[in-house]
């Protein structure tokens, strides 16, 4: 999974508040299966789809980009209740706008960078 932004109901009000102005600019989500890279969710009436919420300029890698290998139940993205798995689509909403994704090369060149291995170790 790479990043969920959840807005819940819960039993206890005085812990609720709407989520407002929350920004994911500018990650990198890298997957070898078939896993949420960005969803912004909600299981009520709340204001995460208009509160200023927004992703931009992320960066997802697969090795089956826009989704053409099976995907099964698994979407990519969401935004509004509106599960996707192509990233034009996901980017014309606001959580995830100018989103593109990575080469192989420039996957490798962030994680190495991040001192993570490129390639999962066998096991």
Known sequence: MGALCAAQDRLRRFYDADPEALALWSDVTAAACIAGALNWCQDWSGTMYTSN????RNAYWYADPDGTGSTGSMSRFEWASTP??????FNATPGGQSGRYLSSTEKDQVLTAATIPPTAKSR
Do not use: E
Request: charged fraction near 0%; hydrophobic fraction near 50%; charge should be neutral.
């Open 53 to 56: 919420n927004s992703g931009l």
């Open 84 to 89: 996707m798995n192509l990233l034009a689509n």
